[in-house]
């Protein structure tokens, strides 16, 4: 299974952008990059995820680099309710998400 | 359209008890997969149920145990529980798509205290 490596916390002005590196090097041509947050003990939520092209939805845009192995995950206006801990997984064999100690962000006003 | 949903909330149990947590799966979803979370760390995968059987287990030791339903419900079973199996546990459902990307949806998870 490929690991990641993330910054253990950031900061974030409210109303700017978060932008979340992550390090992916041993991953593999087929395997995806996911993203989850974790807010205070809540389950897990999904964010995104993708394979090699750039990725948007409602909640965030995923940059993967050409050679797959880092991410950035960007918030495009962070606020406080962004507050979490976010987890960078490439995703294994039958989709087991092995989570690693994630990114805390903070955002402020 | 309600989403994953887990009972009970909160369990508190003695060292050497047996627990069973419960999991209903989001709506349309056949995959059920259950994770272990200590306090301050992520989660861990324990194991995957998908058509009743358990496809694929993380490193936990047999104590922990599982079944999944006709209607894609699943339990987690512990056996002689430990201090140490205090911890937040999670179930995700997902569903099997064409091609190889699935997103999962977890659960709020049972908080489970062993004194």
């Known amino acids: 299974d490929a690991k990641t490596t993330q910054p253990p916390s950031m900061d974030c002005a409210e109303g700017r952008a978060a932008n979340l590196p992550c390090n992916h090097s041993?991953?593999?041509?087929?395997?995806?990059v996911y993203w989850y947050r974790q807010i205070h003990s809540q389950g897990p939520q999904y964010i995104i995820h993708g394979l090699k092209n750039n990725e948007t939805n409602e909640m965030a845009s995923l940059i993967i680099t050409e050679d797959r192995k880092s991410s950035t995950l960007i918030l495009p206006h962070a606020t406080l309710r962004d507050t979490a801990v976010y987890y960078c997984i490439v995703r294994g064999g039958y989709n087991k998400l092995i989570f690693g100690a994630g990114t805390r962000l903070a955002v402020h006003p | 359209d309600a989403g994953v949903t887990q009972s009970p909330t909160h369990l508190i149990k003695t060292r050497g008890q047996q627990v069973t947590l419960r999991c209903s799966p989001k709506s349309g979803h056949d995959t059920v997969s259950w994770y272990q979370q200590a306090l301050g760390q992520g989660p861990q995968f324990i194991f995957q149920?998908?058509?009743?059987?358990?496809?694929q287990r993380g490193n936990f030791p047999d104590r922990f145990s599982g079944h999944q339903f006709p209607n894609y419900s699943s339990e987690l079973n512990v056996n002689a529980l430990l201090l140490g199996d205090s911890a937040l546990y999670l179930c995700?459902?997902?569903?099997?798509?064409?091609?190889?990307?699935?997103?999962?949806?977890f659960g709020p998870g049972t908080r489970l205290t062993v004194t």
């Open positions: 995700a459902s997902s569903f099997q798509l064409a091609g190889d990307s699935y997103e999962q949806y």
């Open positions: 041993t991953i593999s041509g087929n395997e995806y």
């Open positions: 149920y998908y058509e009743e059987e358990e496809r």
